[in-house]
Structures are given as structure tokens and as C-alpha cells.
């Protein structure tokens, strides 16, 4: 079932989400769900505060990125309850867009190297080194998790560059070719 995509504005996203109980009810179904609704909005990854549920639940799918990025060949993950162990000091900045966020990029500096630990959906735990991209998409994607989203990285300028853009996307006039769930509608 395709899921509406919650934009910035709603208070969702803002919250630090909730670990996931091992007895959540059809935990499977909704990571079926949230991978139809990531495919439908074209989109790499979705977090569950992304979909309306205060949960420390993400999938992605960076597989279709490898032809730029070989580190995304085969990157399909559901991570569950994500910590992250390590990161590098080190830092590349480049151009992020986001499924709440429609109609902005910008560029955002993220470590090169991440090791992060999760549960998948099976609850299999899983301690992983990540780098490049798909260090990227982890760290892009745990923000959620903790109630921030990519443009709180950047700097005051560039958000007044994006405001009419912010202010559009919380009025519920953003253009999306997805289902979506705005503050204004």
C-alpha cells in the first residue's frame, strides 16, 4: 500500500522517533509498505517519520545509483533502532534532495565512513562500515530519525534562498508526482 509522504512542516518530523518494539504489530507489512511508497516517489530512502509514524525504522534502495556511485550497487536496507558507532572526521559536501523537502537541493557535507549498527526486519542484528554514498544515504535518512531534515545543515543564507520554497511546500502548493500529506491540506 502506497503510504502518503509527510512534507516539512508537519510536526512529525521534527519529533526524535520512538526505538521499534520487537513485538511491533505487522512490522514486515510496513516495511513492505514504506519500500512501495519510497518506488512510487522515485526516492532512495524513507524513514518512518517520513510516512507519519515516530519510529526508528528507515529502508533504502541505492542500488539504482551505482553507475556513479559502485558503493550503492546492491545497497537495499531496512534498518531498524540505527546507531551509529563511528564516523569520520572526514567530510564531503555534495547535493541532497529529500521526499519531504520537494523541489530543494542543496549541498550538504557528511562523513566519508560511517559504521552504524541496526536490526533488520527479520531482527537480525547487523554492525556494518558504510562509506561514500551510501554512508551518505544512512546519515541523510537517520536524521529523521531524530527530527531533523538535510536543510538544517546548510547554511542561514541558503535556507532564505529556499523560504518561498519552504513556505510553498508547508501551504500544500509544492507540485509532487507522489502522494503526499501537507500541513495546508
Known amino acids: 500500500m502506497i503510504l502518503p509522504v ?19 504489530p505487522d512490522l514486515k507489512q510496513l516495511v ?9 516517489a522515485e526516492g532512495v530512502g524513507l524513514a518512518a517519520p517520513q510516512v507519519g509514524l515516530s519510529l526508528q525504522l528507515l529502508v533504502i534502495d541505492a542500488d539504482e545509483l551505482k553507475r556513479d556511485y559502485p558503493e550503492c550497487k ?3 536496507r531496512t534498518m531498524i533502532n540505527p546507531v551509529f558507532l563511528e564516523k569520520s572526521e572526514e567530510t564531503v559536501a555534495l547535493e541532497e534532495g529529500c521526499l519531504s523537502l520537494p ?13 552504524v549498527k541496526y536490526w533488520d526486519e527479520n531482527w537480525t542484528e547487523h554492525e556494518e562500515a558504510l562509506e561514500g554514498f551510501a554512508a551518505r544515504v544512512v546519515q541523510h535518512e537517520c536524521e529523521h530519525l531524530g ?3 538535510f536543510i538544517d545543515n546548510i547554511s542561514a543564507i541558503r ?27
Request: charged share 30%.
Open 103 to 115: 523541489g530543494i537541493h542543496e549541498k550538504v557535507a557528511r562523513s566519508v565512513r560511517i559504521r
Open 147 to 149: 527530527g531533523h531534515v
Open 159 to 185: 535556507r532564505q534562498l529556499n523560504k518561498s520554497k519552504l513556505n510553498n511546500i508547508i501551504k500544500g502548493t509544492a507540485r509532487c508526482s507522489y502522494r503526499t500529506k501537507a500541513v495546508g491540506k
Open 6 to 24: 509527510y512534507l516539512y512542516g508537519q510536526p512529525v518530523l521534527r519529533k526524535e522517533a520512538e526505538e521499534v518494539p520487537k513485538d511491533y
Open 74 to 76: 546492491g545497497f537495499k
Open 32 to 40: 513492505a509498505n514504506m519500500f512501495e511508497t519510497m518506488y512510487k
